[in-house]
């Protein structure tokens, strides 16, 4: 089979229990080269536990996950630091190391994955600064120094430094007001394009949403409920994700909480 | 069923005992093998090796100079009940060197070092910087674990060496100035009786002291879990189980030593 047919990122019949919570009960779902996927839910419905087993932070129950082809559940030791090298990932709260100043948080990747001498990671932690627009002023500051926005601009800096082929992104908006959003927003959308990588992202704002993915899924109960185009969302006819983008008090999502 | 109720919440609590225990042992486990295989980072092993060693020296001075003043007042009012006073300068520096340089340096560290240990990775686990970390390709075991170990096993012996000399000269201080005993005696009785086993010993148990240290404020805060009350609970937990355990391998290598 052709490597471009081979979907980037492959995830089936993922389980995950947390003592008698089964939080994931079967996850399926596809990402192709180069395209974006974004997964949206409810609070605790599973999505940073889905993106933390495909990370391999957490070990699922049961399932396959497939990065490029290559099965990466169990992986460990000089294997396991190939498929990391592969990947950037934006936490929530951006998660920059507060022990190191905003440019070496963005050469981290570069000087301790690929070996890269500090001047030259420097440089090009300095330009993939540059692309997310901050300003080279700011390089020696603390993450501490920083606002929320800068400081996920600065995540956003270190995750694409590495030039990696698949970026993740969890939560990328929350937190900000609604014009650092769309900037943040634009951003992904655009250093993904550059890079030409796959990204996978969860989130639960359908603005976000709907401007970072190529398509679309909904998690729910700890399964893929739907699963479509981003541009097909709003018709796709299926109540969960009806309720949920349009963010009606009732309908089957509120039905469940009820009866629990 | 009350009685059943009680028997069942013991050995709940056994079961829960042994559990923290495996896990304990499975994470000292990990932290020795990354210990020894590269990649090292050396540069932050100095790092914490000036964090944990050279801004613990005052602290540590002040404790063994008091300890060491305190000790020869008390040897001499006790040694005064059986004529002993000459020997004050000689139960002093066994004292310090054997055990209170070792053991109160290491519970001070408990206090300074464990505490912040674990308030560090705490912090930086609830705050994905571990994850963080992972995802960047660089095992946090090697990162942040094997470096403190690392420099807290090393720079203890180094510490409590200081440690032993500042007792002693307290003790001298105290003797000579306060109690009016002969400085030239007490240093040549001090001297006499000093034997080399009794300085390794103590910086043995003193490199041991180290590595728990680190290790409970490694362990406690790299399985901190909840936000800022999870991280205050590791730190507490941190220095509490630090302490007990400094406490529990003094007697078992004053045993392994001299019985």
């Known amino acids: ?260 | 069923m009350r009685e059943w109720n009680f028997l069942a919440i013991i050995g709940r609590l056994f079961i829960g005992f042994l559990a923290s225990i495996g896990h304990l042992l499975l994470f000292t486990a990990h932290t020795l093998r990354h210990l020894f295989t590269p990649p090292f980072f050396w540069r932050i092993t100095f790092r914490q090796m000036l964090r944990i060693g050279y801004f613990s020296l005052p602290v540590v001075g002040l404790t063994a100079i008091f300890t060491g003043a305190v000790l020869a007042l008390q040897i001499y009012v006790g040694g005064s009940r059986f004529n002993a006073e000459s020997f004050v300068g000689q139960v002093v520096v066994i004292s310090m060197v054997r055990e209170l340089g070792p053991v109160l340096a290491a519970l001070m560290l408990a206090g300074r070092v464990s505490s912040a240990i674990a308030a560090e990775i705490g912090t930086m686990r609830v705050t994905e910087q571990i994850d963080a970390l992972t995802t960047l390709a660089t095992n946090p075991f090697k990162y942040l674990v094997a470096p403190r170990l690392i420099a807290a096993t090393v720079t203890l012996p180094l510490l409590v060496l200081i440690a032993d000399i500042i007792g002693v000269m307290g003790g001298f201080l105290a003797a000579t100035q306060r109690l009016g005993l002969n400085a030239g005696v007490y240093m040549k009785s001090t001297i006499d009786v000093l034997e080399m086993e009794d300085v390794t010993s103590g910086l043995t148990k003193a490199a041991v002291f180290g590595f728990l240290i680190a290790l409970m404020g490694c362990y406690h805060g790299y399985n901190s879990r909840g936000g800022a009350q999870g991280v205050g609970a590791a730190t507490t937990d941190a220095v509490v189980s630090a302490s007990v355990l400094i406490l529990l391998f003094n007697y078992i290598l004053t045993d392994f030593f001299f019985s």
């Open chain 1, 1 to 260: 089979m052709h490597s471009a047919s081979i979907p980037m990122i492959s995830v089936h019949g993922l389980h995950k229990r947390f003592g008698a919570n089964q939080v994931l009960a079967g996850i399926d779902l596809e990402v192709e080269r180069g395209k974006s996927l974004v997964i949206i839910g409810a609070s605790g419905s599973g999505k940073s536990v889905t993106l933390k087993c495909i990370l391999g932070l957490i070990k699922p129950d049961s399932g396959s996950i497939r990065i490029g082809g290559q099965e990466v559940t169990g992986l460990s030791g000089a294997r396991r630091e190939a498929y990391l090298a592969k990947i950037g990932m934006l936490f929530q709260g951006a998660a920059l190391f507060d022990s190191m100043s905003v440019w070496e948080n963005v050469a981290f990747g570069l000087i301790q994955a690929r070996g890269m001498p500090v001047r030259q990671a420097r440089e090009k932690a300095l330009a993939a600064m540059e692309k997310v627009g901050l300003d080279a002023s700011i390089a020696d500051m603390n993450p501490a120094e920083l606002s929320a926005g800068m400081q996920k601009r600065a995540g956003l800096a270190r995750a694409i430094a590495p030039e990696p082929e698949i970026l993740f992104f969890d939560e990328p908006t929350t937190g900000l007001d609604p014009i650092m959003s769309g900037v943040i927003n634009e951003l992904i959308v655009e250093r993904v394009r550059d890079l030409g990588a796959t990204a996978l992202t969860i989130t639960h704002d359908m603005e976000s949403a709907r401007r970072i993915g190529d398509s679309i899924a909904l998690i729910y109960q700890g399964r893929i409920a739907w699963c479509g185009p981003s541009d097909r969302i709003d018709d796709c006819g299926e109540p969960h994700v009806d309720q949920f983008i349009n963010a009606r008090v009732e309908g089957p999502f509120t039905a469940d909480l009820l009866r629990r």
